[in-house]
């Protein structure tokens, strides 16, 4: 066997510590006159900027008024989901959070969720049920949010096992069960929170729980800045920073042709469109459809458009190809006509439901007027009145948001033209949908007083509706269902369950039947699609879609399953050629 000499290691460890408790100071380094060569191994942060359209503020991902591209990359991002859409468009558990989701009761519908144990909030706090009471609460109470229907199904949540299984029970079945819990909030720091819910997530992400967070947000200038999340208990990002930069559609042209910008995710014209193809094979170009549809609501809460002849009338005498083709100027949009008033055009299936000829296929003004004047109203001077009264109807749009925007530009000038007179309004988003489309209906209308006093009552919205994406039934039941109390006490004044304020008991039936999966949806549609364009309450228009255009400096990026886009496999991300 080799001996081991000891002597000198531990001669050399006796001098170390000699030196370390002596007074003498060790001696003064030396500088060569000669520059060093640096040999520095700090690293460049590896970056991607994304060019997209506007950064404008409202991220709440549940909320109608924050829907836009930013929010759904930001929450992809950011936020804790328990089943994440496949390409093919079916859901499977998101592992990253969960262990596992099943249902385990049919009697009552029961469903258990177990959160992985490691699971937590950036600020360490766990994800955890009050996390999914936070939601389902929000959801089921609050107006202007995205997909209620299934939300107000459920009857009781229990917390188990430290809050880390959740069973949640529901009045009825609910097939669409796995579209429920997506993008949770961090609920202990927003039930309290003084704004509320209606604050919840207005400038910022007070947590975030996903492969990034959030390093700086400047609305101002029109950025976001994302940083790897070192809390994040999963798979690392192999990029360090993503950047959202806003610019119009000439500067992400050009900062994607210079390689200032890696990919973008944009609005395009027929314009845009051609000058992105010219860019050559260097650049893939994809069409990334959102799950929202531009639509114009003629409000049946409305006293005017309460009578079923003037809300005929006043589609009669609007243009609708002219409205899709002023505003989707042969963008991708022009191609996603909504030709149906529950399914998307975009969807796996989707089958046109609009009646042709005739209105709101297309302008009639000769059959607007004759149903005006069956209502009682008779055009003098060029305009609409009754009773001394000119035919007046307000017409909003959320501010600062196209397209509505410039529909709501042309519908008005449409209207004006046909005798009818038009108080446009644009409110901020957030007081648009809830409190203006929020306002308490009472037998059928809607109450300015005294519950909304001050408030102007809307008559026509053009805002866009968020159904595609998910279960259709919830889809068809968020967008045109009755709250569960609406029916049963009629003398008390409720809130819309939805911003157009429909609720019709006739169909509320068929509704339900669909939701519970009592009826195919399939066979529900087939007998409610008519009914509602009879009903004259919801003028689809066009679904809404970005261009995802990808240049040669990144590689992972894919347009992602349907409607949700690229965002979704940001960890995988690498700087370097496709």
Aim: proline share 9%.
């Amino acid at each position: 066997m080799r001996s081991v000499n000891t002597a000198a290691p531990i001669l050399a460890c006796a001098a170390v510590l000699l030196a370390a408790c002596s007074n003498t100071p060790p001696p003064p380094v030396v500088s060569s006159s000669a520059s060093p060569v640096s040999t520095s191994t700090t690293k460049t942060p590896s970056q991607v900027v994304v060019g997209v359209d506007d950064v404008l503020g409202g991220y709440n991902p549940h909320n109608l008024a924050d829907a836009s591209q930013v929010t759904s990359a930001l929450s992809q991002l950011l936020l804790p989901s328990v089943f994440r859409p496949k390409d093919d468009g079916s859901f499977e558990l998101d592992k990253n959070l969960m262990k596992s989701a099943e249902v385990v009761s049919q009697q009552p519908f029961t469903v258990a969720y177990t959160i992985r144990p490691d699971a937590s909030w950036s600020d360490s706090a766990p994800i955890a049920a009050e996390d999914f009471a936070y939601l389902r609460e929000a959801m089921r109470d609050q107006p202007g949010v995205i997909g209620a229907a299934g939300y107000r199904l459920i009857s009781d949540i229990q917390s188990r096992e430290g809050g880390k299984r959740v069973e949640v029970t529901f009045a009825k079945p609910y097939p669409g069960w796995q579209t429920l819990f997506n993008d949770l909030l961090p609920a202990h720091l927003l039930k309290d929170a003084p704004n509320g819910w209606r604050g919840a997530l207005a400038t910022t992400f007070p947590a975030v729980a996903g492969p990034y967070s959030i390093k700086g947000l400047d609305t101002a200038r029109g950025e976001v800045v994302l940083e790897r999340n070192e809390r994040y208990w999963e798979k690392p990002s192999a990029l360090d920073r993503i950047v959202l930069r806003a610019a119009d559609q000439d500067g992400t042209l050009a900062a994607l042709r210079s390689g200032n910008d890696q990919f973008v995710m944009t609005k395009t014209d027929g314009t845009g469109l051609k000058r992105l193809g010219e860019l050559g094979s260097a650049v893939q170009l994809h069409t990334v459809a959102r799950p929202t549809v531009a639509q114009i609501l003629l409000r049946p809460v409305s006293p005017t458009l309460s009578d079923p002849k003037v809300r005929e009338g006043v589609t009669a005498l609007i243009d609708r190809g002219k409205l899709i083709t002023e505003t989707a100027k042969g963008g991708p949009s022009d191609k996603l006509r909504a030709d149906a008033q529950v399914r998307v055009p975009s969807a796996t299936g989707f089958q046109p439901t609009i009646p042709a000829p005739g209105p709101p296929s297309a302008a009639d003004p000769a059959r607007g007027e004759e149903l005006l004047k069956s209502a009682g109203y008779t055009k003098e001077a060029g305009t609409w009145r009754k009773n001394g009264k000119n035919l007046s109807l307000v017409v909003a749009s959320p501010a600062k948001q196209e397209p509505y925007a410039t529909i709501a530009k042309e519908l008005t000038a449409q209207l004006v033209a046909a005798g009818i007179e038009v108080n446009a309004i644009a409110p901020q988003p957030r007081e648009l949908f809830s409190t203006l489309l929020a306002m308490p209906v009472l037998n059928g209308i809607q109450q300015t007083t005294p519950e909304g006093a001050g408030n102007v009552g809307i008559d026509i919205a053009v805002i866009g509706q968020v159904t595609g994406g998910a279960d259709v039934a919830s889809a068809l039941a968020s967008t045109f269902g009755c709250r569960p109390d609406q029916l049963t006490d009629k003398t008390k004044a409720v809130v819309p369950a939805n911003p157009l304020g429909f609720c019709d008991p006739a169909l509320q039936p068929s509704i339900d039947a669909a939701l519970t999966g009592t009826t195919p949806v399939a066979d529900t549609l087939s007998t409610l699609e008519p009914e509602l364009w009879r009903r004259n309450v919801a003028i689809p228009l066009f679904q809404l879609a970005d261009t995802l255009a990808i240049g040669s400096g990144i590689s992972g990026v894919t347009a992602g399953p349907p409607m949700v886009g690229p965002f979704g496999s940001a960890v995988n991300w690498t700087r370097g050629p496709k």
